[in-house]
């Protein structure tokens, strides 16, 4: 059943951008999608890492996508907020292949059961923050739908651990009108190399 997506504003059809946060993480990234997006819509900037090994142990995995039926453009991603309120089996109605066993994807060739999460955001370098991520349950594969709350409860800890930022990341701060995490939504995730991952954001500045 397919559930009609309240939560995304309508896209003009002229407003389509084919830039992505995460391209500059890795010169061989390619962005997965074009993407039209509301003008109050910003992606997460995120830096290069700074160590990222000069060759692989195992070969990228694809990245994950996270996608609400009847959303009005591909790629606008899910309110992690949303993610974290509603029940797994509204999310299930909610989340595009939801049920998806997307854990055994993310393995890569060497088989990892965990994966590193890395948050990078303007203005808390200082806050550079791995969450560890299990994507096998004893049940199998974590799913598309476990896999997205998880990655919105490790943005949770991250805001509540922040303090105020450096002066050139004023826009991207937390708290004091600034940035809430309602306002964020969890779009993709994408294999920077081996067990480390970065996730595609977008905000809603409205």
Request: hydrophobic share 40%.
């Amino acid at each position: 059943m397919s559930y009609m997506n309240p939560l995304h504003p309508p896209v003009p059809s002229n407003s389509h951008s084919s830039y992505t946060a995460l391209a500059g993480a890795c010169s061989t990234y390619q962005p997965p999608f074009t993407q039209a997006m509301p003008p109050t819509y910003r992606r997460l900037p995120q830096a290069p890492l700074s160590k990222v090994p000069t060759s692989r142990r195992s070969p990228p995995c694809p990245t994950i996508m996270f996608e609400l039926y009847g959303a009005p453009s591909h790629g606008l991603g899910v309110p992690m907020c949303e993610l974290l309120a509603r029940s797994g089996s509204a999310l299930e109605r909610m989340l595009v292949s939801a049920n998806d066993g997307v854990g055994a994807q993310m393995s890569g060739s060497l088989g990892f059961r965990r994966i590193n999460l890395k948050i990078l955001w303007p203005g808390y370098e200082h806050f550079d923050r791995s969450y560890p991520l299990d994507i096998y349950t004893p049940a199998g594969p974590l799913t598309r739908r476990q896999l997205a709350v998880q990655v919105a409860r490790a943005f949770a800890r991250f805001i509540e651990v922040c303090h105020p930022p450096a002066h050139h990341g004023a826009s991207w701060r937390f708290g004091n009108g600034g940035i809430g995490f309602n306002r964020l939504m969890l779009s993709a995730l994408w294999n920077v190399y081996d067990d480390v991952w970065l996730a595609e954001v977008i905000i809603d500045f409205r």
